[in-house]
T-cell receptor, first 112, second 114 residues
Framework: QQQVKQSPQSLIVQKGGISIINCAYE??????FPWYQQFPGKGPALLIA?????SEKKEGRFTISFNKSAKQFSLHIMDSQPGDSATYFC???????????FGKGTKLTVNP | KAGVTQTPRYLIKTRGQQVTLSCSPI?????VSWYQQTPGQGLQFLFE???????NKGNFPGRFSGRQFSNSRSEMNVSTLELGDSALYLC?????????????FGPGTRLTVL
């Protein structure tokens, strides 16, 4: 049972474009939704996270949009740069546990 | 401040053997979680430890076990290795337990089972 579904599996954008990655979750008990960025040979690193009491959170070029009723959340990368080329994972967890349930990941390629 | 360290970084074993992986969390962090990463299944939660106690366990067979020491360092063990255990094993640490904390991941241990 895949509790967090992520799409697309891969994404190619041009430098300066907008990258959009979507996730949907099933468990309404989830109350923390982080996005992680992973480069080859490295562990995932937290990019940005949101809680369901807000609908949007922005940090620099990265924005999370959250739709509680639809049980969906998305990552927008504005002005995408070649250095953003990496695999992005959405995740979800619930209070009382550090257990993260991850989406399958999106491999982003930003062409110069 | 040093990050999460994992040893060894690479490991090659044969089927039937057992393996122990080690994780040292960020200094001051008391919670450690383990994940298995494979191309097919992605990132899957293995265990969560806080103050030497296992707080959560994922859906893995009993061949997978772990523990945490008083200095917060953690080890995981896989017995009777199978080919399907080949994966990147990631350790993550957080300052405390209770959920919704930023988890800091180590670089992982790449295990290959032949």
């Amino acid at each position: 049972q895949q509790q967090v579904k992520q799409s697309p599996q891969s994404l190619i954008v041009q430098k300066g474009g907008i990258s959009i990655i979507n996730c949907a979750y099933e468990n309404t008990a989830f109350d923390y939704f982080p996005w992680y960025q992973q480069f080859p040979g490295k562990g995932p690193a937290l990019l940005i996270a949101i809680r369901p009491d807000v609908s949007e959170k922005k940090e620099g070029r990265f924005t999370i949009s959250f739709n509680k009723s639809a049980k969906q959340f998305s990552l927008h990368i504005m002005d995408s740069q070649p250095g953003d080329s990496a695999t992005y994972f959405c995740a979800a967890s619930k209070s009382g546990s550090e257990k993260l349930v991850f989406g399958k990941g999106t491999k982003l390629t930003v062409n110069p | 401040k040093a990050g999460v360290t994992q040893t060894p970084r690479y490991l090659i074993k044969t089927r039937g053997q057992q393996v122990t992986l080690s994780c040292s969390p960020i200094s001051g962090h008391r919670s450690v979680s383990w994940y298995q990463q494979t191309p097919g299944q992605g990132l899957q939660f293995l265990f969560e430890y806080f103050s030497e106690t296992q707080r959560n366990k994922g859906n893995f067979p009993g061949r997978f076990s772990g523990r945490q020491f008083s200095n917060s360092r953690s080890e995981m063990n896989v017995s009777t290795l199978e080919l399907g255990d080949s994966a990147l094993y990631l350790c993550a640490s957080t300052l405390s337990a209770g959920g919704n904390n930023e988890q800091f991941f180590g670089p992982g241990t790449r295990l290959t089972v032949l």
